[in-house]
Protein backbone atom coordinates (compact mmCIF):
# COMPACT_ATOMS: atom_id res chain seq x y z
CA UNK A 1 0.00 0.00 0.00
CA UNK A 2 3.30 2.54 0.77
CA UNK A 3 4.43 1.67 -2.16
CA UNK A 4 1.27 3.00 -4.49
CA UNK A 5 1.11 5.83 -2.44
CA UNK A 6 4.63 7.07 -3.13
CA UNK A 7 3.83 7.47 -6.40
CA UNK A 8 0.99 10.02 -5.74
CA UNK A 9 1.09 13.80 -6.49
CA UNK A 10 -1.18 16.12 -4.71
CA UNK A 11 -2.53 18.76 -7.56
CA UNK A 12 -0.55 21.53 -8.49
CA UNK A 13 -0.54 24.64 -6.48
CA UNK A 14 -1.70 22.53 -3.15
CA UNK A 15 1.36 23.83 -1.58
CA UNK A 16 1.32 27.40 -2.74
CA UNK A 17 0.95 29.43 0.32
CA UNK A 18 0.41 25.91 2.99
CA UNK A 19 2.24 26.96 5.62
CA UNK A 20 0.43 30.87 5.52
CA UNK A 21 -2.89 29.20 5.33
CA UNK A 22 -2.38 26.88 8.91
CA UNK A 23 -0.55 29.60 10.36
CA UNK A 24 -3.47 31.85 10.16
CA UNK A 25 -6.06 29.37 11.10
CA UNK A 26 -3.94 29.15 14.44
CA UNK A 27 -3.61 32.83 14.75
CA UNK A 28 -7.67 33.27 14.03
CA UNK A 29 -8.82 30.46 16.01
CA UNK A 30 -11.51 31.48 19.26
CA UNK A 31 -11.04 29.90 22.41
CA UNK A 32 -11.98 25.99 22.95
CA UNK A 33 -15.37 25.44 23.61
CA UNK A 34 -16.53 25.88 27.13
CA UNK A 35 -16.80 21.83 28.45
CA UNK A 36 -19.88 20.75 30.33
CA UNK A 37 -19.17 19.55 33.95
CA UNK A 38 -19.63 15.78 32.68
CA UNK A 39 -17.18 16.77 30.06
CA UNK A 40 -14.69 17.73 32.80
CA UNK A 41 -15.42 14.96 34.69
CA UNK A 42 -14.74 12.69 32.47
CA UNK A 43 -11.74 14.02 31.31
CA UNK A 44 -10.26 14.61 34.15
CA UNK A 45 -10.81 11.36 35.89
CA UNK A 46 -10.32 9.34 32.80
CA UNK A 47 -7.48 6.79 32.35
CA UNK A 48 -7.22 7.38 36.11
CA UNK A 49 -7.00 3.76 38.20
CA UNK A 50 -7.09 5.62 41.62
CA UNK A 51 -10.44 6.81 41.15
CA UNK A 52 -12.26 4.07 39.92
CA UNK A 53 -10.60 1.59 42.88
CA UNK A 54 -12.20 4.98 45.54
CA UNK A 55 -15.61 4.51 43.08
CA UNK A 56 -15.72 0.61 44.09
CA UNK A 57 -14.83 0.80 47.81
CA UNK A 58 -17.45 3.43 48.09
CA UNK A 59 -19.57 1.43 46.65
CA UNK A 60 -18.59 -1.83 48.85
CA UNK A 61 -18.51 0.39 52.11
CA UNK A 62 -22.37 1.61 51.26
CA UNK A 63 -23.36 -1.89 50.44
CA UNK A 64 -22.06 -3.06 53.58
CA UNK A 65 -23.29 -0.45 56.05
CA UNK A 66 -26.94 -1.26 54.39
CA UNK A 67 -26.56 -4.94 55.23
CA UNK A 68 -25.54 -4.30 58.63
CA UNK A 69 -28.36 -1.90 59.02
CA UNK A 70 -30.68 -3.97 57.91
CA UNK A 71 -29.77 -6.70 60.58
CA UNK A 72 -30.07 -4.52 63.49
CA UNK A 73 -33.94 -3.60 62.65
CA UNK A 74 -36.17 -5.37 64.99
CA UNK A 75 -38.35 -8.10 62.81
CA UNK A 76 -41.55 -6.69 62.07
CA UNK A 77 -44.31 -7.79 64.01
CA UNK A 78 -48.61 -8.87 62.83
CA UNK A 79 -51.43 -6.76 64.87
CA UNK A 80 -52.05 -10.01 66.77
CA UNK A 81 -48.25 -9.45 68.11
CA UNK A 82 -46.88 -12.32 66.10
CA UNK A 83 -43.72 -12.75 65.31
CA UNK A 84 -43.96 -13.78 60.86
CA UNK A 85 -40.51 -15.72 60.40
CA UNK A 86 -39.59 -18.81 57.63
CA UNK A 87 -38.50 -21.11 60.41
CA UNK A 88 -41.29 -21.92 63.34
CA UNK A 89 -40.20 -21.29 66.77
CA UNK A 90 -38.11 -23.87 69.41
CA UNK A 91 -40.73 -26.44 71.57
CA UNK A 92 -40.75 -24.94 74.88
CA UNK A 93 -38.89 -28.21 76.15
CA UNK A 94 -35.72 -27.00 73.84
CA UNK A 95 -35.38 -23.70 75.17
CA UNK A 96 -35.95 -24.62 79.26
CA UNK A 97 -39.23 -23.96 79.14
CA UNK A 98 -41.75 -26.99 80.86
CA UNK A 99 -39.92 -30.55 80.74
CA UNK A 100 -43.09 -32.40 80.49
CA UNK A 101 -43.41 -34.54 76.98
CA UNK A 102 -46.29 -33.44 75.46
CA UNK A 103 -47.50 -34.23 71.85
CA UNK A 104 -46.12 -31.12 70.01
CA UNK A 105 -48.30 -28.88 67.51
CA UNK A 106 -47.03 -27.47 64.69
CA UNK A 107 -46.99 -24.26 63.76
CA UNK A 108 -50.01 -22.94 61.89
CA UNK A 109 -49.48 -23.18 57.66
CA UNK A 110 -46.93 -26.09 58.54
CA UNK A 111 -47.38 -29.72 57.34
CA UNK A 112 -45.52 -32.53 59.11
CA UNK A 113 -42.65 -33.69 56.79
CA UNK A 114 -44.23 -36.74 55.50
CA UNK A 115 -46.70 -34.80 54.01
CA UNK A 116 -44.58 -33.06 52.13
CA UNK A 117 -42.83 -36.54 51.04
CA UNK A 118 -43.95 -37.28 47.08
CA UNK A 119 -44.40 -41.46 47.12
CA UNK A 120 -42.24 -43.52 45.14
CA UNK A 121 -43.66 -44.92 42.28
CA UNK A 122 -42.03 -48.25 42.08
CA UNK A 123 -43.56 -49.03 45.79
CA UNK A 124 -47.27 -49.30 44.12
Known amino acids: ???LKRHEQPPAGFFHGFSDKIIDRIQTAGPAPKLTWRQRFSAEFYGVPVYVCLVGVMVFVLLVTG???SLRL??????D???HSLVPPP???QIG???K???EVPAKGVQPMSATLVPDPGSK
Open 91 to 93: PKS
Open 74 to 79: PPPKSS
Open 97 to 99: GDS
Open 67 to 69: LIA
Open 81 to 83: DTV
Open 101 to 103: TKE
Open 1 to 3: MLA
